[in-house]
Nanobody
Framework: QVQLVESGGGLVQAGGSLRLSCAASGSIININVMGWYRQAPGKQRELVAAIAKDGRTNYAESVKGRFAISRDNAKNTVYLQMNSLKPEDTAVYYC???????????????????WGQGTQVTVSS
């Protein structure tokens, strides 16, 4: 079993900054890609940013130049630094990760994609 726990969401004025953190724990052998997604009311969940273990990144066009994703492999933690926030960034932000882990308490190795519980980010105008 693995877990992802997000923190750092909140209410901020337009133009402000927030930093999200997501810590992974459990029976982790390795973590490949880690990412941040968001879902606004009435909209589909969308990718915000993702980062591979070697540091390669991918960003949604809407956040390029404003958001920065990073990770600490020793701590199994991914971060999302969000600057110049806009009201349209308001959403629930979810952490996601591709784990290499053990299958259901066995010694068999498998891959498993997992979501965090989400953290609310609200940007006021």
């Amino acid at each position: 079993q693995v877990q992802l726990v997000e923190s750092g969401g909140g209410l901020v004025q337009a133009g402000g900054s927030l930093r999200l953190s997501c810590a992974a724990s459990g029976s982790i052998i390795n973590i490949n890609v880690m990412g941040w997604y968001r879902q606004a009311p009435g909209k589909q969940r969308e990718l915000v940013a993702a980062i591979a273990k070697d540091g390669r990144t991918n960003y949604a066009e809407s956040v390029k130049g404003r958001f920065a994703i990073s990770r600490d492999n020793a701590k199994n933690t991914v971060y999302l630094q969000m600057n110049s926030l806009k009201p349209e960034d308001t959403a629930v932000y979810y952490c996601n990760a591709d784990f290499i882990t053990y299958y259901r308490g066995t010694s068999l190795v498998t891959t498993h994609n997992h979501w965090g519980q989400g953290t609310q980010v609200t940007v006021s105008s």
